[in-house]
């Protein structure tokens, strides 16, 4: 994750009702503390092939790469004077606990503090070697309460010539050390999975644990789709058949009316391409009907190949600079009063499609200033440039979609990922626009694992969601775990509006555009456009 992204994520929590710890890796980076000094750089910054950030946390200037555990604590502590100092003792404390744990045979000496210098270190023959650094800062947010942000960083396998561009925390004549480096052979994911558990025993207890996997898929010789789902500990063998009957409460008459036909004749017409027909929604006729549609741009290709959606993955064409006015003739004709625009993922351009996005929005409201614009959009891969592009025209909702619970992510859809959607809701959030987002169920999540990304929904400040069955559409894709009954999806929107969910769509048939309107009409509206 990278540190903007890790940022951004993180003041988001300093709203958040419950405490979070984030455990991570980073690209190389290099990061600036508030009391950094510019002689703590030996080369000039730009020189450097890493990110350069400045951070608002304590301490000096540092370093951050793969092979570096990054664990940062977003909780709430008390207002005596002191509560700072103890956080961060609980933080050292967890990373000696875990280190020591690791150190079996006492290769790293005496493993602890060091006198007037925050951070662990390694005491070798009375020479200390530092192997983690500290950064923390405490705020108070909107409700008065204090909270920490930032943490700590331990060095396992990172490479230490990131460090030898910088005088590592503004100490120049004492050592940085990595645990391989002292010669303690440890795998960074057990070394994430200890300090996890030290961080959360000495941080207030038993807590909810999401993890999200990015390692390599092993070859089974079966097609990756599926060998991410079994890694995923979903057993793709057990899923239902692609003649399984549907239930009863998943059967929908078709009803080509005039209303549907008068728009299908439209989108022909403007040569228009609508999510409706191309993700095979089963609401189509319903919505058609009612003069609803939800109009794709940038194409029809799409440059990533989810395990769950039906559009096209072909190579993608150039983008139509008249599709947003003949979006925009569609929206007059039809009348509309809400507005969905969503988009294929075109991780082929610069901008990653945000641009073409955001001119559709102006397009409509050149021509009809009072319809309500929703956007449902890609993560853009974590671009806030292309993000702003589209937060600049003021959309009355920014909608989307984390599509399934955190153990799933890589298996569902391996370009993205569960805290990068979040980080994308907290930025359109922070803009003071509507949010809203929407997921999948029966793709073998569990009702737990569904209520944590709720509450983590909520606490990005999220208005809306939506939840609704997973329909496999070819035996090319997902199979389907099992059919959640409408009772559990009731139960769902429950637990999601106890979390502070301001509106909960959740039904076997919802998606994403259901409802759209009605689910804004019952939402205390942001002033987007102002």
Not at 287 to 292: I, L, M, Q, Y
């Amino acid at each position: 994750m990278s540190f903007a992204e890790a940022n951004d994520f993180q003041r988001a929590l300093v709203e958040a009702g419950d405490d979070y710890v984030m455990i991570m890796e980073h690209p190389p980076t290099y990061t600036r503390g508030v009391r950094a000094q510019a002689s703590s750089f030996l080369v000039a910054p730009e020189s450097l092939d890493a990110a350069v950030v400045d951070a608002d946390r304590g301490g000096d200037v540092t370093f951050h790469a793969p092979g570096q555990v990054v664990a940062w604590a977003i909780v709430s502590v008390g207002d005596d004077p002191s509560a700072g100092k103890a956080h961060v003792a609980r933080l050292e404390d967890a990373v000696i606990a875990t280190v020591v744990s690791l150190d079996s045979r006492g290769l790293l000496g005496r493993v602890g503090r060091l006198e007037g210098y925050p951070g662990v270190w390694a005491h070798l023959d009375d020479h200390p070697v530092k192997i983690a650094a500290i950064g923390v800062r405490t705020e108070r947010n909107a409700a008065g309460v204090r909270r920490t942000l930032h943490g700590v960083a331990l060095n396992v396998t990172i490479d230490l010539a990131g460090f030898a561009a910088i005088v590592p925390c503004g100490i120049p004549d004492k050592p940085v050390g990595s645990l391989a480096s002292l010669g303690l052979d440890v795998d960074v994911a057990e070394v994430e999975e200890r300090l996890g558990r030290a961080l959360e025993e000495r941080l207030g207890g038993a807590g909810h644990v999401a993890r999200v996997d990015r390692g390599a898929t092993p070859d089974t010789g079966e097609r990756p789709l599926i060998r991410r789902l079994r890694k995923a500990g979903v057993d793709p063998d057990a899923g239902l058949a692609m003649s399984a009957r549907k239930p009863e409460w998943l059967r929908i008459p078709a009803h080509m009316g005039r209303e549907y036909q008068s728009l299908r004749t439209l989108t022909e017409d403007l040569r228009l391409v609508t999510v409706c027909e191309e993700a095979g929604c089963p609401n189509i006729f319903e919505c058609w009907e009612s003069g609803t549609a939800t109009f794709m741009v940038n194409g029809e290709r799409c440059t990533r190949a989810c395990g769950f959606c039906l559009i096209d993955t072909r190579k993608p064409l150039p983008l139509d600079p008249t599709e947003p006015e003949r979006v925009a003739e569609a929206v007059v004709r039809l009348r509309l009063h809400h507005a969905v625009i969503t988009c294929v993922a075109r991780d082929d351009l610069a901008d990653g499609g945000a641009g073409a996005i955001a001119a559709t929005v102006r397009a409509i409201r050149q021509r009809s200033p009072e319809t309500m614009v929703e956007v449902l959009i890609s993560d853009l891969r974590g671009d806030t440039d292309a993000l702003q592009l589209i937060l600049d025209v003021r959309p009355d909702v920014v909608n989307h979609n984390i599509e399934t619970v955190a153990r799933l992510q890589r298996a569902v859809r391996p370009s993205a990922g569960y805290l990068r959607s979040l980080t994308v809701l907290a930025r359109a959030r922070a803009a003071g626009l509507t949010t809203k987002s929407g997921l999948m169920v029966g793709l073998g999540e569990t009702f737990e694992e569904v209520e944590e990304t709720l509450a983590d929904l909520a606490a990005m400040g999220v208005s809306i969601v939506t939840i609704g069955q997973y329909l496999r559409p070819t035996a090319q894709h997902l199979p389907v775990a099992r059919w959640w009954a409408p009772e559990e999806f009731d139960a769902l929107a429950e637990r999601g509006r106890a979390y502070g969910l301001s509106h909960v769509q959740s039904s076997p048939l919802t998606r994403s555009s259901y409802h759209a309107r009605e689910a804004l009409d019952a939402t205390p509206v942001s002033l987007s456009r102002r």
